[in-house]
């Protein structure tokens, strides 16, 4: 009995100890370990508030905040004025670190153009509150165009453009608003030869916006195709009919 005693005793002192080591170990690994200095950390610019698609920045939108040089993506900022007068080409959340993508350059003047993607332009539509969708449209929507023409006392409608952007309504290019509101013109991001179409239409009919629903699937604007005209055809009123008597042949007109 006294045997098996100290042997249980002795397996639990062994037990200590080397629960006593492993701790030790791992505290001197942490006495060890190099410390990170503030040589390892670099100033990166982040937003200090929610900032919308299309604003022009200032002093006010970022803070500067130290982060481990290693954990830094690349194309950010170290200071804040170097954003100053930009403008955001993508939402960015409180807390976001900017990065060089999500800006555009200084720009002189209006700062829509920024915001048109490469190879596309911007052509603006007057709207109604009828047209402009009962003012529910808002910067970032997309649209189908539907083209109205008169011939003859009747009308047809066509969709001619399909799922576009709209850049801007009125001269607001970017809100955080979701309220309707009526607006007199909206502006479109067309493709160059889309933005010929819209102008000729608008001359030649008129123009209605649908509103999409945007979690449906891109599709590429298309242009409606004029449906073909149908052929006259040519109904003779007389032809000729040859009447055999004998050997004589003798051809007679007949009216039909």
Not at 101 to 122: D, F, P, W
Not at 131 to 144: K, Q, S, T
Not at 157 to 174: P, S
Not at 244 to 249: E, L, N, Q, S, V
């Amino acid at each position: 009995m006294v045997k098996r005693r100290t042997v249980a005793l002795l397996c639990f002192s062994m037990i200590l100890a080397a629960g006593a080591v492993w701790i030790a170990n791992n505290w001197l690994d942490m006495r060890n370990a190099p410390r990170q200095t503030d040589e390892m950390l670099v100033n990166v610019v982040v937003a200090a508030v929610d900032i919308s698609y299309g604003q022009k920045l200032d002093k006010q939108h970022f803070e500067i905040v130290r982060l481990p040089q290693d954990g830094v993506p690349e194309n950010i900022f170290s200071d804040s004025l170097e954003l100053v007068g930009q403008v955001t080409l993508a939402d960015l959340l409180e807390g976001d670190v900017v990065r060089k993508e999500r800006v555009s350059e200084k720009l002189v003047g209006v700062t829509l153009a920024s915001m048109i993607s490469l190879n596309m332009r911007a052509v603006t539509v007057r709207v109604n509150d009828v047209i402009g969708v009962a003012g529910f449209l808002l910067p970032g929507n997309y649209v189908d165009v539907l083209f109205t023409k008169s011939k003859d006392g009747r009308a047809t409608t066509d969709t001619i453009l399909k799922k576009i952007k709209v850049l801007a309504v009125d001269q607001i290019a970017g809100t955080k608003k979701n309220d309707p509101v009526v607006v007199r013109a909206v502006t479109l991001e067309l493709s160059p030869k889309n933005a010929e179409l819209i102008v000729k239409a608008k001359s030649e009919g008129s123009l209605q916006l649908a509103l999409r629903n945007p979690v449906e699937g891109l599709e590429e604007p298309v242009v409606a195709k004029a449906k073909p005209r149908p052929k006259r055809k040519y109904v003779p009123t007389s032809t000729s009919v040859t009447i055999i008597r004998g050997t004589k042949a003798e051809t007679v007109k007949v009216k039909l």
